[in-house]
């Protein structure tokens, strides 16, 4: 039974399609958008955390690790993930727990039990099960068994994807679920490319597939400062999906849950010090859609 790497399992979630719903945070993201809120979702292993308040620099974990992955220089633990295999000795030994983990394997089997006991929910709200990330296809061989597993106990099954999936792979795995949550994040290539390090070509093509097999899709906007917050942005988005004959989207105002997590992982963070976005900071954003006959929300 294949096992899958998850970093987050999160009940009674309600942003994540219809009803009450567990999310499964899958590890692994081909992207690396700027304003990534869980940069520890980005690598598909498992990362240190380091948590330089609590360290008492005894430099246990840096003698005891097989893998000689930690270092302590500038009065700071440092992590080569490059090296690092996951054994999490440093977690377990370290005396003043100044370091964590994110990550978890866990089986089919497994995720399927935790996501059973709040079945009463999900059919009294018509919620269900949401795969998320990171990409919540980068894990295919864990989804080929996870998904019939569930589907097993009619649970409705939503993923959040950036559409930035193999076509074999999204064309095998995106007919299982019934919402597809699709990030739009630019209608320009370039301009995809500059903020999320790839372009935005294979995220088309997939869009265009799942929208001709009839798999019921809400696109979603993440709508970030500096990178398509201009009305100009809006238009282009708002032309593509009229093109494509959606009728529905959904804004993501841009906020700074994630900050704290570049800290821990003693990475820089593009977007430290950026005001978050509010509804009310979009209603002309908003209004641009809904001149097109899209229904816009947030």
Sequence with gaps: MSKGILFNIQKFSIHDGPGIRTTLFLKGCPLRCQWCANPESQLAKIQILYHQEDCLHCLHCVNICPTHTLTHQDQCIHVDFNKCIGCLECVKN????????????????????????????????????????????????????????????????????????????????????????????????????????????????NLKWAIEQHIEILPRIPVIPHFNDSLDDAKLIATYLKELGLKKVQLLPFH??????????????AYENTKALHPEDLLSYQQIFTDQAIDCFF
Excluded: W
């Excluded at 700074?256 to 963070?269: A, C, I, P, S, W």
């Design 256 to 269: 700074q849950m994630g900050e704290k997590k570049y800290q821990l992982l003693h990475r820089n963070y």
């Design 94 to 205: 370290c005396p003043g727990h100044a370091l964590s983990n994110e990550g978890e394997y866990k089986s089919v089997e497994e995720v399927v039990a935790i996501c059973l006991q709040d079945l009463p929910f999900y059919e009294e709200s018509g919620g269900g099960i949401t795969i998320s990330g990171g990409e919540g296809m980068s894990q295919p061989d864990f989804l080929r068994e996870l998904l019939p597993a569930l589907k097993k106990h009619n649970l409705h099954l939503a993923i959040e994807t950036t559409g930035y999936v193999p076509e074999d792979v999204f064309q095998e795995l995106a007919p299982m679920f019934d919402l597809l949550l699709f990030d739009i994040k630019h209608a320009d290539s370039k301009k995809h490319q500059a903020g999320t390090k790839v372009g935005n070509e294979l995220i088309r093509k």
